[in-house]
């Protein structure tokens, strides 16, 4: 019941306390009354003793009850909430002190200015929790450097306190015999620790803080550099020993802290909230240090009181003190300007020399060389759009990474290799014939070759290479130009290939550059056709299904096959629409046969797909809004995706995933000419595999002749379908009839004929293959 009532008049007194205004007002008047009761006894006992004391601890309530309010509320970030929990208890501990430095003062019934152990230890306690509070705050200085100065600069302020205190306060109380020596020591242990914590606030208080007020800290600063100079008038009433400051002291002390915690209150600072000050006066603190010492010693030589020898040591220790920091901070300066020049010259991501220092060297290779001559080497990734838009940019980077390194081990010992931005690198190879040059081209080719795990991902790297050789005096912008244009023409002829430049290969790439704009337009006017290749039945010869082909019809260049414009609309971004228009017409004319010849046409239709295409996220709602429009069912739509392409797709799977569940089929084509198959079959969704021409065609006895065998058991084991492409001769279809193959296509059976034609085929007689 007892704690309860206490409980209930705490609350009513906190929020007392807590009106606008009344916490500072009663730390005021609490203040007032002290300093008034000590005037009245400067001249001599004049008030009962005990009122001396009687504000001191009563003062300390006020802003303990202040921080706590802080400290209990939801609007403040945890380290404000922190910061304020040891101001609290700094000030209880406070309060803690100047009760018990009214026992040692009135305790033995003889009025005494010495200090207790306790009163010591509380004093102490109260300023190495409020450093403690100071030294937990998230600053955002967190180098070393910074680390190091700060403690410096303490260190040097630690100094120049401890020797003041020694000259102006402990030595003359002590000469004077009115205190014992360990109670002067304690009680200047315990202003120099006030001296620290004023430093303290103040490196804070410049710091740019985040989670503290700027003038709390301000105002609490202040209290405390009064409570700690005030310790040098102590001398003054040493011969009166009913007086002591800490009466007076602690008081005032306690209303900056209460007028601190009011500013906090009103300003409350969300976490991020970094405020910026223009210049950090603190830093000034250490060179300040050292012209009071030298003053202070300067004083002591001509006064000859005693105390050179200690004040020439500490202006040597503070001396010391303050040109180690210059050096620390010298050797911070060279550090940031060698990184500030290393940023300047290499690429931030990879640490490869960039463009600036690149043109450097090779300037300089071609204004030095005497050998055989300069070769630039530029590489450009293939499909690397692909990777960021499918996987994002943390695997690409990641990606960026992975080929800088193998790059730097492909290429000779002083060979330059830089990153131009983006996807492009380039190497400079000095001394080289032509031969070599293509020689370390295609190592970097093959060093690429393996797949490469990017943020969890494994991708095939494929790039194109174009090599220029210059003599000495060629420009170095002219010799790059001409390596673009040949990584161009590389990139043009299906990529993952090295050319060195050659006169006219610039018209060939225009011309390229062209078609990539004709193809828009071709896309627009209705130029691009749709022709299909029959896949059939090795048992009786029928047409199974059809692949369905793009073709061009070129105004000026007549018919163009797939090769001579894909690569174009990929690059361009043009496989999407052109994808889109291949697949819509496949399915409406799928669907035409079947409405036509029922059971006679073919049971499904095949349509080749990118990886940009699979990436596209609306592009399975388009494949279902296709099969909607033309009427035919989802498992009479096969996908057909590269072994690259597949590899490309990482997280883009799911659309596969999304369209098998639809009903409609996926196909893995070229199987076997990658080094991941067996990996894709194991983790990508497909039902059907095509088995790639090179096999086919080399399926004579032996070794070569057995891998058709095998890809074919190891479909069965997985139990997917098996085609073999590229038939070209009867020969052919009657070694993989006797394997067990059931389905085929090439040239044997038919060429890519037009709708039409397929129509023609189906009216008169099941295609026959000569083979059977």
């Known amino acids: 019941m007892h704690d309860g009532k206490l409980l209930v008049m705490s609350r009513r007194l906190q929020r007392r306390v807590q009106r606008a205004g009344g916490s500072t007002l009663a730390s005021t008047v609490l203040a007032a009354f002290a300093v008034a009761v000590f005037a009245v006894n400067l001249s001599g006992p004049r008030t009962p003793l005990v009122l001396l004391w009687l504000a001191g601890p009563l003062s300390v309530v006020v802003p303990v009850l202040a921080a706590a309010r802080i400290t209990r509320s939801a609007r403040f970030p945890a380290p404000t909430r922190r910061f304020w929990k040891h101001l609290a208890i700094c000030a209880a501990l406070a309060g803690v002190g100047v009760a018990s430095n009214a026992r040692d003062a009135l305790g033995s019934g003889v009025a005494s200015q010495d200090l207790s152990p306790v009163t010591v230890a509380a004093y102490s306690s109260a300023v190495l929790t409020l450093l403690w509070g100071l030294w937990r705050l998230p600053l955002g200085t967190t180098s070393r450097g910074d680390r190091m100065r700060i403690g410096m600069d303490a260190g040097t302020v630690l100094v120049a306190a401890t020797v003041f205190m020694w000259h102006y306060q402990a030595r003359p109380l002590l000469e004077a015999g009115n205190y014992r020596a360990p109670s002067l020591i304690a009680a200047s242990f315990t202003l120099v620790l006030e001296l620290l914590a004023v430093f303290a606030i103040a490196k804070v208080a410049l710091s740019g803080h985040m989670f503290v007020a700027r003038g709390a800290l301000h105002l609490f600063a202040a ?21 002591g400051l ?8 306690m209303i900056c802290a209460t007028a601190a915690a009011k500013r906090q209150w009103q300003e409350p600072t969300a976490p991020g909230q970094r405020r910026q000050t223009g210049t950090r006066p603190s830093s000034n603190l250490p060179y300040l240090a050292v012209a009071a010492v030298d003053t202070l010693l300067l004083v002591t030589i001509f006064t000859e009181d005693g105390d050179e020898r200690l004040a020439a040591v500490a202006a040597v220790a503070l001396t010391a003190l303050v040109v180690w920091r210059q ?4 050797r911070e300066n060279a550090r940031l300007v060698a990184r500030l020049d290393h940023n300047a010259t290499h690429d931030a991501l990879t640490q490869l020399p960039n463009r600036a220092l690149f043109n450097d060297r090779l300037a300089a290779a071609l204004s030095a060389t005497t050998g055989h001559g300069v070769s630039v080497a530029l590489v450009d990734l293939d499909d690397f759009k692909t990777v960021n838009d499918t996987l994002g940019h943390a695997a690409g980077d990641a990606l960026l990474l992975a080929v800088a ?36 081209a295609q190592r970097m080719i093959a060093a690429l070759g393996d797949p490469v795990v990017a943020d969890g991902h494994e991708l095939l790297v494929r790039a194109s290479i ?7 005096g060629d420009d170095a912008g002219e010799l790059l130009r001409r390596a673009d244009i040949a990584m161009y023409a590389a990139k043009h ?8 430049y050659t006169d006219g290969m610039a018209g060939a790439v225009a011309g390229s550059a062209a ?4 193809l828009r337009q071709a896309v627009d006017n209705g130029e691009l056709f749709v022709e299909y290749q029959p896949i059939v039945s090795l048992d009786n010869g029928r047409m199974t299904g059809v692949e369905a082909l793009v073709r061009w019809a070129h105004p000026t260049r007549g018919t163009l096959p797939p090769a001579e414009f894909i690569p174009v609309a990929e690059r361009t971004g043009l496989i999407v629409p052109v994808g889109d228009l291949v697949l819509r017409e496949a399915c409406r004319q799928l669907a035409s046969w079947s409405a036509e010849h029922g059971p006679l046409a073919p049971a499904a239709v095949n349509v080749n797909v990118s990886a940009r295409q699979l990436a596209d996220a609306s592009f399975t709602d388009r494949v279902a809004a ?8 989802p498992h009479r739509l096969t996908l057909e995706i590269t072994e690259s392409t597949a590899v490309a797709l990482g997280d883009a799977v799911t659309h596969l995933e999304a369209l098998r569940r639809m009903g409609v089929r996926v196909a893995l084509d070229d199987f076997g000419t990658d080094q991941s198959s067996l990996t894709l079959l194991q983790h990508l969704p497909v039902d059907e595999i095509k088995l790639d021409r090179s096999f086919v065609q080399r399926a004579a006895p032996g070794r070569a002749g057995a891998m058709p065998a095998a890809v074919l058991a190891l479909a069965r084991v997985v139990g997917l379908d098996v085609v073999a492409e590229g038939i070209e001769v009867p020969e052919q279809a009657q070694r993989l009839a006797a394997l067990g193959y059931r389905t085929a296509q090439g040239y044997h059976f038919a060429r890519p004929m037009s709708a039409d034609a397929v129509d023609r085929l189906l009216t008169a007689a099941p295609v026959t293959a000569a083979a059977t």
């Open 223 to 243: 209290g405390m550099v009064g409570g700690a100079l005030s310790g040098f008038l102590q001398r003054f009433i040493v011969d009166q020993p009913h007086l």
């Open 246 to 253: 800490s009466q007076i002291t602690v008081p005032l002390v």
């Open 327 to 330: 050096i620390t901070v010298f």
């Open 405 to 440: 390194r193998r790059l730097v081990a492909a290429v000779r010992p002083g060979d330059v290799v830089a990153r131009l931005g983006g996807d492009e690198f380039v190497v400079i190879l000095d001394d080289v014939t032509p031969a070599v040059a293509e020689q370390v």
């Open 466 to 472: 174009g090599i220029a050789g210059g003599r000495p």
């Open 493 to 500: 002829g299906g990529g993952s290939n090295c050319l060195p």
């Open 515 to 518: 078609l990539g704009a004709q």
């Open 626 to 633: 296709v099969l909607t429009d033309t009427g035919l069912a």
